[in-house]
């Protein structure tokens, strides 16, 4: 009794001196080096203190505010979604490790080379890539750092642009899908997540397309940023380049389309592809899309034996082969998720078979390879959960103790307009982004700022068109990945430069990695604009 009686002062029924001392506190644990996980934790029994007073935690443990707080805890981690984010993790590390990456660059390079600016277009379009394999951005970094970084320096690139372009690149995988950032955010809020994924493909390619048109702008404008490598004159160039690359395209297509007719005869015989209403059709699946397959097939065999020439061809396919790999991977992560084959989770381990066997077959995964990938994993997915278990019991703790309430009549009483109220919190996160990590960022505030943003007046949201009432989840969720991608580039703590520095030869300085990030930082919050501005930009493909 007495010593709870020394804890007594801390008892006080004021969420908003709660609140502040919450803010002070997570701040100081941050500042002094406490992981987000044990400091959310910690905050989480500081709160319930003030809220209830110390005995809730002493006398009735596993009772009353314990109990919902344990029961979102474990809500959180018996998410069967939550089971894919170790295996985009462990198919993370297994590209990284293979050589499936190193040889894309490689085709990639051979188009590309004679392109003003090439190698920093083929760093972007490879981060595009990866990011659709896998959706991890610190693998995306050190891997480009490792490939691309060393060629530009050689090639004599501008190493402000080089830097750049390496890490905003590379942590794409932030909005293009499939994003762990975006799969947390469904989990957090019950979103659906594969809305999620399909919202986010156009703003996550338009950002890339910035990127793309600045280095190819600011590169033509100033061509010594850029300068081209020496011509090789073993290497097709001009008209004969875009032949070989035509016959390399229609000898892919080839084997697509005969595989989406296999399929399509497959569930015709099987009787699978029947018309049912309330059912979605089979997408490429259905009786009726066996002539248009047959259609895309015959033109592509015309093109290699009529147009390319069978010669020509194979050529192409030669110099474009290791495109194949990542492309078959994207297929059986992404196209089982939006074929309506599997889920999110069932992908995600689709995933890493099909990085499995394509290394098997490469003779390229041997066994310290898969373990090296497994421990990384297990680092990784142990941090994440640690950070998902705090932050989980703060949001709770808030909760009970009345937090959202009081943000949202915080907000209310501000008298803001609904574009003012959604940029107060745009800064909000961007502030955050610069000391936090995202999964804290998610796990905390998204249960305080959605609610208020499905309240706002839906017609007062965007400047262009108007978002339906079903879908401002999906675009706060779309909006909210945008911002963590500018987080990830944010000076003090912007995680990307941290990858970066660990792979960068020594004379490149953090300071000066910063400074390279500027002009993508401002591309960036282009890009978020473009959301803020145009809302509908999201649900165009739902």
Not at 24 to 53: R, Y
Not at 128 to 152: R, T
Not at 319 to 331: D, F, Q, S
């Amino acid at each position: 009794m007495e010593f709870l009686e020394l804890f007594s002062w801390i008892k006080t029924g004021d969420i908003g001196t709660i609140s502040l001392v919450l803010l002070l506190s997570m701040f100081a644990l941050l500042a002094i080096g406490m992981p987000l996980g044990f400091a959310s934790a910690a905050l989480a029994v500081l709160v319930l203190g003030m809220k209830f007073g110390p005995e809730l935690i002493f006398r009735d443990f596993g009772s009353g505010p314990l109990a919902v707080l344990s029961q979102a805890i474990y809500r959180q981690m018996t998410n069967y979604v939550l089971i894919s984010v170790p295996l985009f993790i462990f198919m993370a590390a297994l590209l990284e490790r293979c050589g499936i990456a190193r040889d894309m660059y490689s085709s990639l390079n051979v188009w590309l080379s004679r392109t003003r600016g090439g190698i920093a277009v083929v760093t972007a379009i490879m981060a595009v890539i990866m990011a659709a394999m896998s959706g991890i951005i610190g693998g995306e970094v050190v891997l480009l750092g490792l490939i691309a970084l060393p060629q530009m320096l050689r090639l004599g690139y501008n190493q402000n642009l080089a830097i750049g372009t390496i890490c905003a690149s590379g942590s794409l995988g932030t909005m293009i899908p499939p994003s762990i950032v975006l799969i947390f955010y469904g989990l957090v809020t019950e979103t659906s997540i594969k809305a999620l994924f399909t919202a986010s493909f156009l703003p996550g390619f338009m950002l890339a397309t910035f990127f793309i048109l600045y280095i190819l702008i600011r590169t033509n404008l100033n061509p010594s940023l850029a300068p081209l490598p020496e011509p090789d004159p073993s290497m097709p160039s001009g008209s004969e380049k875009g032949m070989l690359f035509l016959g390399f395209l229609a000898k892919f297509a080839m084997w697509v389309t005969g595989v989406l007719f296999i399929r399509a005869v497959f569930f015709t015989l099987t009787g699978d592809n029947k018309i049912v209403e309330g059912i979605d059709p089979i997408p490429l699946g259905m009786v009726a899309d066996i002539p248009y397959i047959v259609g895309a097939f015959a033109l592509a065999t015309a093109t290699v034996f009529l147009l390319v020439g069978k010669e020509r061809t194979e050529r192409g396919w030669e110099m474009g082969k290791g495109l194949i790999a990542p492309t078959i991977v994207i297929g059986v992560v992404l196209g089982s998720i939006y074929m309506g084959i599997t889920g999110i989770t069932e992908a995600a381990g689709m995933g890493v078979i099909a990085v499995f066997v394509l290394g098997l077959v490469r003779r390229e995964m041997t066994f310290e390879i898969v373990w090296d990938s497994l421990m990384r994993t297990l680092k990784s997915t142990g941090t994440i959960i640690w950070v998902t278990i705090g932050a989980a019991a703060l949001a709770a703790s808030y909760t009970l103790a009345g937090g959202p309430t009081y943000v949202a009549n915080l907000i209310v009483a501000s008298e803001l307009p609904t574009m003012g109220v959604i940029l107060m919190m745009m800064l909000i996160f961007l502030i955050m982004g610069m000391f936090m990590d995202w999964i804290g960022i998610v796990l905390l505030v998204m249960p305080v700022f959605l609610p208020i943003v499905t309240r706002l007046p839906i017609e007062e949201i965007g400047l262009i068109g108007q978002l339906e009432p079903r879908y401002v989840a999906i675009w706060f969720g779309v909006v909210f990945c945008m911002n963590m991608q500018v987080s990830f580039l944010s000076p003090p703590f912007g995680p990307a430069a941290f990858y970066l520095k660990s792979v960068a030869p020594p004379h490149i300085t953090l300071t000066a990695i910063f400074r390279g990030f500027l002009p993508f930082i401002l591309l960036q919050l282009c890009a978020l604009g473009v959301l803020l501005i145009w809302p509908n930009m999201v649900t165009l493909f739902l």
